[in-house]
């Protein structure tokens, strides 16, 4: 370990590091919510994909987003009060805080599983689920999460859920079974259920009466009922033919249960009977708690969040947002901002992005790319040859005559009159504003997905199986230029006359010469949907990867790139920067994310070279270590993980700061001054 290179170290946080992008919709943010849990009546937190922790102090009324310090999805949530609380997660994650989530520290979990599920008997004991699906395994900690050991269970299926009913009695549900133990968690045996279910979670409201639902076979919603501690299960009939993901009871009588399909669930005879709430919502609803018998929160897929005081008999929508695909945004001036949808639909801001409202076109095809020649007159292409105008900032649209049922793709307008447009086998032409387009035959050439001029006279157009054409007048006549890729392209974009890129299916393509040569300069495991750059030396494309969004970035025209989860499970379509730092991503499911920093990590900024070090001694150390050449300014500790464990602002020059609490392991301290970044190693042992 001591052999680790710092540069390599550092390439290692780049890669794990978020970017500094915010959510703009949906609101509080749009990853799935995975569970919830309140310590007191208004303090709640809940937890979900890429990272995402959140906090309501009033009710659940409104969240607001904590920094985890990772980008590992995380599946649950457990507060002893309102500051001592544990999250976990895959890869093992275990995360802990002390002061209400303001700060977080990483736990050694001594495994890479997904852990799904995390519990507490006292301030000391507590209980974790490792879902394997080779072989389900239970995580024991006896002194408040510093070290965990694994409990042999007996089973190969995967675990869901965990719950204690006192400090030796608790259980485990998973993948067609149910686990109990009677010993503190030393052992555990399989209950018999008498039916063939997958079972998402479990909850006692006494030591002998007990649910546990799921799905049984062959895909009903089902929930069991023991009420002799899990000796034997009996099935109750819901009326619901969706899964079953979460259960709560307020009492021994009133329960809730959440589901597949916004399915709400309610029972106030102990759940012999339960009925249907209407919840409002389609999406699947994964985690359900109450504060009281009247007020519940129950949090789910893309970030839904519904809560009800009035016992489930009404649910308001705490999330908002749109939620149809987004695929293209257009910014007129740092306020006022387009972006349109899949449904027909456009959205617009006004005060950059804070709201974005939701503008009907009168037109339901699915629409494409947006573009704006001056802040009152607009363009939008879409499907069925559908072509948009719009004279007075987005206000109204009228449809113009395309001359093609096509799918147009792209629209693109080098001066107030000249445009051109493109899509499937089709090149448009327009010289009058849009009222009338022209069909070129050189349409018949391809799948096109993007077009671009850097002049009236000049263009290009990218698509299907690599092709790029260029004309040089205006449109008359195309040019079939060399891309040397045959996969799809999807846009295309210039910085000068000369100077191109071009971005795909995992490519990246430049060209110096106006498109003679292209050649590619990156490529990675992800697709690319769109390229932009506010200057000639920085760029961002945006697409996704296997896992999630991502955006590629350039500060050196192009040369390399370096790509970025920026914190949505979503795929990103479009991106758009009205100066240098502040730009628009927009993508799947409503995404729009926001950046004002230039898109740099939270963490380590990976273009700073390594050429200012800190002197960093006693190295290694138990206790304190001094920190000397440091100016004045902001110290932060990650760890190989990329997680923030320290940050605090120097106010001389030279420090001392107590290491002691860290976990042993390789660290990065990093020290933001005026003028310079300084970054210095160590190891804690």
């Known amino acids: 370990m001591k052999t680790i290179s710092l540069l390599l170290l550092l390439m290692f946080f780049s890669a794990r590091s978020y970017s500094q992008w915010t959510w703009q919709n949906p609101l509080p943010q749009g990853n799935s919510l995975y569970s919830v849990t309140f310590p007191s009546f208004n303090i709640g937190y809940s937890v979900g994909g890429n990272g995402t922790i959140l906090k309501t102090t009033d009710g659940g009324a409104s969240w607001n987003l904590l920094e985890s310090g990772t980008i590992n999805g995380l599946s649950s949530v457990y507060f002893r009060d309102d500051n001592i609380g544990y999250v976990v997660g895959a890869s ?27 519990c507490f008997t006292d301030i000391d004991t507590g209980y974790i689920i490792a879902t394997n699906y080779s072989s389900g395994s239970i995580l024991k900690t006896i002194d408040g999460g510093t070290n965990w050991n694994a409990v042999y269970t007996g089973t190969s299926n995967g675990l869901s859920s965990v719950y204690f009913t006192d400090a030796s009695t608790g259980y485990a549900v998973g993948n067609i079974g149910i686990l109990k133990t009677t010993d503190g968690g030393t052992s555990w045996f399989s209950l018999n259920t008498g039916t063939t279910v997958w079972l998402k979670s479990v909850y006692f409201t006494d030591m002998n009466t007990g649910y546990v639902v799921g799905k049984s076979y062959p895909g009903f919603g089902c929930i069991l009922k023991t009420t002799n501690g899990g000796t034997t299960w009996n099935t109750v009939y819901t009326g619901s033919f969706y899964w079953v993901s979460s259960v709560y009871f307020t009492d021994a009588s009133k329960g809730y249960a959440a589901g597949e399909n916004g399915t709400v669930l309610k029972t106030i005879d102990g759940g012999t009977t339960w009925s249907e709430m209407a919840s409002g919502t389609t999406d699947w609803l994964l985690s359900v708690y109450f504060t009281d018998p009247d007020n519940g929160i ?20 705490i999330s908002s947002g ?28 006004t005060d950059g992005g804070t709201n974005w409202i939701v503008w009907p076109t009168g037109n339901r095809n699915f629409l494409s790319s947006v573009f704006f020649t001056d802040i009152n007159t607009g363009y939008v292409v879409g499907d069925l040859g559908t072509i948009l105008k719009t004279t007075d900032q987005g206000t109204n649209w009228s449809a113009l005559p395309s001359g093609t049922t096509k799918w147009i793709a792209s629209v693109h307008f080098p001066s107030a009159s000249i445009g051109f447009a493109v899509g499937t086998h089709t090149i448009l032409k327009t010289t009058d504003g849009g009222s009338n387009w022209t069909a070129s035959p050189f349409g018949s050439l391809g799948y096109f997905r993007s077009v671009y001029f850097t002049d009236p006279n000049t263009g290009y157009i990218a698509g299907y ?3 790029i054409l260029k004309t040089t007048n205006g449109g008359t006549d195309w040019t079939i230029l060399p891309s040397g890729v045959t996969t ?85 379509m479009s991106v758009y920067f009205i100066d240098s730092v502040t730009g628009y991503a927009v993508g799947q499911y409503g995404t729009i994310m926001k950046t004002t920093t230039v898109g740099y990590p939270v963490g380590i900024n990976e273009y700073k070279p390594m050429l200012h070090s800190l002197k960093l001694y006693p190295n290694p150390t138990c206790n304190n270590l001094v920190v000397e050449q440091v100016e004045k300014g902001t110290l932060t500790v990650f760890n190989s993980s990329g997680m923030l464990f320290l940050k605090e602002e120097t106010t001389k020059p030279g420090t001392t700061i107590d290491v002691s609490k860290l976990p042993n392991g390789l660290y990065v301290l990093k020290v933001v001054g005026e003028k310079e970044v300084k970054f210095g190693k160590f190891i804690k042992e």
Do not use: H, M
């Open 298 to 317: 129950i949090a789910g897929n893309f970030g839904t969040i519904i809560k009800t005081n009035t016992g489930g008999t009404n649910w308001n929508k």
């Open 488 to 572: 799809k392209l999807t846009s295309i974009f210039f910085t000068d006359a000369n100077t191109g890129f071009a971005v795909g299916d995992s490519a990246i393509l430049k060209t110096t010469d106006g498109g003679t040569n292209w050649i590619k300069v990156s490529g990675g495991n992800y697709i690319l949907y769109s390229v932009f750059f506010p200057d000639p030396n920085t760029g961002y494309a945006v697409g996704s990867d296997l896992n999630s969004g991502t955006i590629v970035k350039t500060t050196d025209g192009g040369a390399n790139w370096t790509a970025y989860q920026i914190g949505t499970p979503e795929c990103l």
């Open 92 to 118: 093992g994650t275990i995360l802990k805080t002390t002061d209400g989530g303001t700060s977080w520290s990483s736990l050694n979990s001594g495994t890479t599983d997904v852990l799904s599920s995390v």
């Open 465 to 467: 199986s690599g092709i």
């Open 322 to 349: 749109a939620r149809n695909d987004l695929r293209s945004v257009f910014f007129t001036d740092a306020n006022s901002g387009y972006a349109v949808s899949d449904t027909g639909t456009i959205l617009k801001t």
